[in-house]
């Protein structure tokens, strides 16, 4: 779980760096830096949620577990 977390975040960064970059150069024309650009937060978003999907069936089928301050203390 430890790498499918780590692998998602290179993702993710990777798409913003790659989103960043069609804003600032890519492409000659308005029209295919803006569809590039969205393409690659599209991305981003998709990562996103498939690792919020993760997490959320690593804690239901037990293999994450919350931790933090225990109740009544």
Same mark, same amino acid.
């Given at each position: 779980?430890?790498?499918?977390?780590? /692998?998602?975040?290179?993702?993710?960064?990777?798409?913003?760096?790659?989103? $960043?970059? &069609?804003? $600032?150069?890519?492409?000659?024309?308005?029209?295919?830096?803006?569809?590039?650009?969205?393409?690659? $937060?599209? $991305?981003?978003?998709?990562?996103?949620? &498939?690792? &919020?999907?993760?997490?959320?069936?690593?804690?239901? /089928?037990?293999?994450?577990?919350?931790?933090?301050?225990?109740?009544?203390?």
């Amino acid at each position: 779980m430890t790498y499918l977390v780590i /692998l998602a975040f290179v993702a993710i960064l990777g798409s913003l760096a790659t989103a $960043l970059y &069609f804003m $600032l150069r890519g492409g000659s024309s308005q029209h295919s830096k803006s569809k590039n650009m969205a393409r690659a $937060l599209g $991305l981003r978003v998709g990562v996103s949620i &498939f690792l &919020f999907l993760c997490i959320l069936l690593a804690w239901k /089928l037990g293999y994450i577990h919350p931790t933090g301050i225990p109740e009544g203390q």
